[in-house]
């Protein structure tokens, strides 16, 4: 009897330990069913706040390009369109501020303000979610803006970093190469250098026409066309 009341209680323990286990792991995943609910619910909140926000931004970006689409526009319009596309480069969604940052670069460029455009396109050029292309032209831009003034050798990296890259920069950045060796004080390798990347646009079937026709039109002056 003694044995047979102890296997009973035994066995009367293992079941209440079963059916705390039970309930312990039924909380857990009821747990994870209600925590993974309200992640998809926040997930799909998230995804249609940001699709709202893309939507708004296109909206006002390209409200904005109209109003300087007017060839009357005066100096206020020009300076309310810097000012939402400043907010736009800062704050816009991904992509949005891209194209934002390009426009201010621009504006800012053709107010003579060097070193804000300079700062548009490096804002675009340093961004980790910026589509490629967009990042390449950028870094062209600022190289572009500054042949003509700024030191050689802190150029020519970047100009040949885009060359190598072959993508449709590639042909632009060899011209900037080109610029830079056929400045006066250019040495006789810098010309020579300079000739061979002319020739090297000409004969690319992947290089703008425009390209094409400008280094054909600098060989011809090196008794080089051919």
Known sequence: ???DFITEVNEEIRLQRLRAAARRWGAVVAGVVVVGAIGGGVW??????????????????????ETLADPKHDKT???????VFQDLADHGPVGVRSYAALRLADLKMQDHDLASALKAWNSVAS????????????????????????????????YEVLAQNGGAW???AQE???????????????????????????????APEGARARAQALLETFGDAG
Not at 185 to 204: F, P
């Open 77 to 83: 319009v020009t300076q309310k369109a810097e000012t």
């Open 44 to 65: 799909e909140w998230q995804n249609h706040a940001r699709k709202q926000a893309q939507q708004a931004a296109s909206a006002q970006y390209f409200n904005t390009l």
């Open 127 to 158: 961004d980790s979610v910026a589509e490629p292309a967009l990042k390449d032209m950028a870094r062209y831009m600022v190289l572009n803006a500054q042949t003509n003034t700024a030191d050689p050798k802190t150029l020519r990296p970047g």
């Open 170 to 172: 590639s042909a632009l």
């Open 176 to 206: 900037g190469l080109v610029a830079l060796d056929l400045r006066p004080d250019a040495t006789a390798d810098q010309q020579k250098e300079a000739r061979r990347l002319l020739t090297q646009i000409v004969g690319s079937v992947s």
């Open 1 to 3: 009897m003694a044995d």
